[in-house]
Nanobody, 118 residues
Framework: QVQLVESGGGLVQAGGSLTLSCAAS????????FGWYRQAPGEQRELVAV???????NYADSVKGRFTISRDNAKNTVVLQMNSLKPEDTAVYYC????????????WGQGTQVTVSS
């Protein structure tokens, strides 16, 4: 099992920045990719950014050029740096980890609220 704990959410004005962090514990050697997802009220959870174990990244079009995902494999952490925030970025942000071994389990953090005021 893997446990994920997010931190760093909060309230920020449009144009501002926030840094989200996620710390993994437990059987961390099984972790392949880390991801950040978000879910706004009344909306489906959506992928924000993903980073593979060897550092390859992918971003949702809506955050490209504004958000940066990074990871530290030695510390089992993943960070989402969010710049130039917009009100439409307001959501609960969830950390996600995927096992690199069968049965390819997926783990979720409890979520952290990000609110961007206009």
């Amino acid at each position: 099992q893997v446990q994920l704990v997010e931190s760093g959410g909060g309230l920020v004005q449009a144009g501002g920045s926030l840094t989200l962090s996620c710390a993994a514990s437990g059987n961390t050697f099984i972790i392949g990719a880390f991801g950040w997802y978000r879910q706004a009220p009344g909306e489906q959870r959506e992928l924000v950014a993903v980073i593979s174990r060897d550092g390859n990244t992918n971003y949702a079009d809506s955050v490209k050029g504004r958000f940066t995902i990074s990871r530290d494999n030695a510390k089992n952490t993943v960070v989402l740096q969010m710049n130039s925030l917009k009100p439409e970025d307001t959501a609960v942000y969830y950390c996600n980890a995927r096992s690199r071994f069968p049965p390819w389990s997926v783990y979720w953090g409890q979520g952290t609220q990000v609110t961007v005021s206009s």
